[in-house]
């Protein structure tokens, strides 16, 4: 029996085979180990709290290696790192989880009822089953087949994937959203989106210029475009995609596929138009699972995300246009040292007041308040003491009140620093260019 789909944050519930690769676009990957290797307990519970985890065992020399997984199940990282004693198991998402330090760590699909773990790893019959071996010892168990131990060809895969808040970088909300406030004034120019049913959605024009290029450049001068068949509904999912990286079954209230199933297929149609690839290929994915037919495309024009030479830290699709947040916001990085687009950008002046010799640097409003609180605030604050609303400017007087520059000294240190800065505000990577020092981490 296979897993059932279901909207409670994550993508599938229960024990999947041959899951396709693109629903795990955006998703970083955790471990990624041969079966011969030994796992460590530290492995799993390193996981960070909160997190979506999917656990997956795949071939590796399979005709359609790195294209599907042949078994995985997902959950929420507490869950799924719950420490068992040797007869417990973990009852969640549809799937019995076990992990027992020095043992075993695995999972059944709850169909199959138990797990038989006499001798640490799981030997009960069934097809639904994945057991790994904990701090000392390679395999074991893929499916039916067992005694991997030695075995270089079957891969122990583990994602995760964060959709809190922080993950989300807290983007101010789209225009004509509660709490957007005014965005002309900070987070410049919009763009709207038309459905066929006559609704609208407007978004930040540097958010959508960064994420979807493509549809960007068909904008006309009345900042208007039209989503064929696109309604209000699917507008706002764009939106959420667009601004957080989220999915409809990641936010949405409980809703069973056949329920959710057609709101995904509309938001696949206006990723399609949008050449939105990322976005399209994760929909057919999870449609393909949802509807139980393979006469769905598992791929939208280029070829499927592959799992191949995959290592820890890496995210999936990194470099897909669409796909991961952070990269596509760095790509407006190379927009601050030109002139374009200035309607986006505030002037960030490195001193209380506009002393001529201080430092200043150029940056998207709409990043500063996203990334960092104290933007926000200044960008939010009325009695004008950070912004010149009518200029655009924002002063940083706590440069002169920490000593970091005064009139008359070289500006140029403060001014490197701020800018290795800006590269951590906009990719979240750290970069250090200072003093002519350099790295990076």
Same mark, same amino acid.
């Given at each position: 029996m296979d897993g059932t789909l279901e909207s409670n944050g994550l993508p599938f519930r229960g024990v999947l085979e041959n899951l396709p690769t693109d629903l795990l676009i955006g998703w970083t990957v955790?471990?990624?180990?041969?079966?011969?290797?030994? %796992?460590?307990?530290?492995?799993?519970?390193?996981?960070?709290q909160g997190n979506n985890v999917l656990v997956a065992a795949t071939n590796a020399d399979s005709d359609d290696a790195g294209l599907n997984l042949d078994v995985s199940a997902c959950g929420k990282s507490d869950a799924v790192t719950t420490l068992c004693a040797r007869w417990q198991t973990t009852a969640h998402n549809g799937v019995l989880w076990y992990l027992e330090p020095g043992k075993a760590f695995g999972f059944a699909d709850r169909s199959e009822l138990r797990t038989d773990r006499r001798r640490g790893a799981d030997t009960a019959e069934g097809q639904l089953r994945v057991s790994w071996h904990?701090?000392?010892?390679?395999?074991?168990?893929?499916?039916?087949?067992?005694?991997?131990?030695? #075995?270089?060809?079957?891969? $122990? !895969?583990?994602?995760?994937?964060? +959709?809190?808040?922080?993950? %989300? *970088? !807290?983007?101010?909300?789209?225009?004509? *959203?509660?709490?957007?406030? #005014?965005p002309g004034?900070?987070?410049?120019?919009? +763009? %709207? !989106?038309?459905?066929?049913?006559?609704?609208?959605?407007?978004?930040?024009?540097?958010?959508?210029?960064?994420?979807?290029?493509?549809?960007?450049?068909? +904008?006309?001068?009345?900042?208007?475009?039209?989503?064929?068949?696109?309604?209000?509904?699917? !507008?706002?999912?764009?939106?959420?995609y667009i601004y957080g990286a989220l999915l409809p079954w990641e936010y949405s209230a409980r809703l069973e596929p056949k329920e959710l199933l057609p709101r995904v297929l509309e938001l696949m149609d206006a990723a399609k138009f949008m050449e939105l690839d990322a976005l399209?290929?994760?929909?057919?994915?999870?449609? $393909?699972?949802?509807? $139980?037919?393979?006469?769905?495309?598992?791929?939208?024009?280029? #070829?499927?995300?592959?799992?191949?030479?995959?290592?820890?830290?890496m995210v999936v699709g990194s470099g897909l246009p669409g796909a991961v947040l952070e990269d596509d916001m760095a790509r407006l990085l190379e927009e601050l040292e030109d002139a374009s687009y200035m309607e986006d950008k505030v002037t960030v002046i490195l001193a209380r007041s506009d002393h001529q010799e201080a430092a200043s640097c150029s940056a998207h409003g709409l990043v500063l308040c996203a990334r960092s609180a104290f933007f926000a605030a200044a960008m939010a604050s009325a009695d004008g003491r950070f912004v010149e609303r009518g200029r655009r400017r924002v002063q940083l007087g706590i440069v002169e009140d920490l000593g970091l520059w005064r009139p008359?000294?070289?500006?140029?240190?403060?001014?490197?620093?701020?800018?290795?800065l800006l590269h951590h505000i906009y990719t979240g990577r750290r970069q250090v260019e200072v003093g002519g020092l350099k790295g990076q981490s």
């Open positions: 955790h471990y990624h180990d041969a079966y011969s290797a030994p %796992t460590r307990a530290q492995d799993l519970v390193s996981l960070p904990l701090d000392g010892h390679g395999g074991y168990r893929a499916g039916s087949l067992e005694c991997l131990n030695h #075995d270089n060809s079957w891969r $122990k !895969l583990v994602f995760r994937r964060d +959709i809190g808040p922080s993950a %989300t *970088w !807290l983007l101010p909300s789209a225009p004509g *959203w509660e709490g957007a406030g #005014d004034i900070v987070f410049g120019a919009n +763009i %709207t !989106l038309r459905g066929s049913d006559g609704s609208c959605q407007v978004l930040h024009s540097c958010l959508l210029r960064c994420r979807c290029s493509a549809l960007h450049r068909r +904008i006309g001068a009345d900042a208007e475009v039209d989503i064929p068949g696109a309604s209000a509904r699917s !507008l706002r999912d764009l939106a959420a399209q290929r994760i929909c057919a994915a999870w449609c $393909k699972l949802a509807a $139980k037919a393979d006469a769905l495309p598992l791929s939208c024009g280029a #070829d499927p995300v592959r799992m191949d030479g995959l290592a820890q830290g008359g000294e070289d500006s140029s240190y403060v001014s490197g620093a701020f800018r290795a």
